[in-house]
């Protein structure tokens, strides 16, 4: 109740504020933002790198390469592109090319093609690495591999790494999920960390870095630490979501539109890397926040979902036709979701619940044989586990002691690394 309160206070804020002066004064300065306070002193004087995409603006929307291109002192020779590239003119999935940056000229190497590792050729005439991304909150979202690997390369080069630190769009207090097993990881489970992990990303880089989670050179099993520096945001705590800092939000991948849609990736995207399984409204208006099938009947779906009593979500039926996609064009019939009592909802448990809906409902429809593969499940997941258990009887109840063992000691542990 009382985090309930303050949220409901910082609204008003925002709203009294906007009244006044006609904008919404964002409550956050994002780390980019504090450094520009400080006259970029710890760049002087460096040639500087930046790994960035569209999100990375300040409050009235300047992008960072522009901010720091013309920052007095500031000598920025580089830009390095994750997926989407740099300025975001690519899409989800495929592959960034080396290239130049026709605003600045600058040089854009490409770390989602080739090598997603920066090379010693790219980083060549680096003396500070900056990191400015929006991060989702969310182990299989890529960006946070990226950083992983850019402060892997530049340790081992002896290049210093500069996180301008960003809010966690889901807030700073909710874990779910277990830990990657061995075997498992991958570019979309590359840390022991939970499927949510409740850091901002200034947060996790020190948690990796003091941690030795980056694997060391090749041949060698000695961590790979970098001289790490962090920027931290002013005003962001803890409890805050996204709505709640006043800041504009920029999408940070195609997928991702608004300021909510991460707390649906975490609740629909594991499903969704059943290829064949339902639609959760990729290629239409709602990314992640759609279950549906051409076969299904809505009505009968929220019923049962209904029946389980799931704390802070309700459901909705909805028909609609998506405009891209292997659905392109259909009518799917399914349930629209929305989490009602954030505090209270589990956000990763709402797919396997679907998942089981749908297999009481249409024993022919189960998950795992109607899909073509189920590699990428398992890498999301980070364990064949919650696979191989749940097929069995496709009931929750097997999984979910599995699905949050780890919660309580990550949180123990992530504490020593909160900054906020």
Known sequence: ?????????????????????????????????????????????????????????????????????????????????????????????????????????????????????????????????????????????????????????????GIEVMVLDRPNPLGGNRIEGCYVEPGFYSFVSQYPIPYVYGLTVGELAVMINEEGMNRGQKGTQEPARCKLTVVPMKGWTRDMLYEDTGLPWVLPSPNIPFKDTPMYYAAAGICGELAGFMNIGIGYTLPFQLFGATWLDPDKLKAKLDSYGLPGISFRTIWYKPFSGSQQGKLVKGLQYFFTDYENARLTDTQFYVMQAVAELYPDKKAFEVISGYGLFDKVCGTDYVRTEFKKRYNVTDIIEYWRKDEEDFRTLSQRYQIY
């Not at 790994?51 to 720091?68: A, Y």
């Open 1 to 157: 109740m009382a985090i309930a309160m303050k949220r409901l206070s910082l609204i008003i804020l925002t709203f009294a504020l906007t009244l006044v002066s006609g904008f919404a004064s964002p409550l956050v300065k994002t780390g980019i933002e504090v450094l520009r306070d400080n006259d970029f002193a710890p760049l002087k004087g460096k040639r500087v790198g930046l790994v960035t995409n569209p999100s990375g603006v300040d409050s009235h929307l300047k992008s960072t390469i522009d901010i720091l291109f013309n920052a007095p002192g500031v000598n920025l020779v580089a830009l390095y592109g994750p997926e989407h590239g740099v300025r975001g003119d690519i899409y989800a999935g495929d592959h960034v090319k080396d290239s130049k940056d026709e605003a600045t000229g600058l040089p854009v190497y490409s770390l989602y093609g080739a090598t997603r590792k920066p090379t010693k050729e790219m980083l060549q005439g680096i003396d500070i690495m900056v990191y400015d991304i929006q991060d989702v909150g969310v182990r299989s979202y890529t960006f946070i591999s990226t950083l992983g690997l850019v402060m892997e390369a530049c340790g081992e080069l």
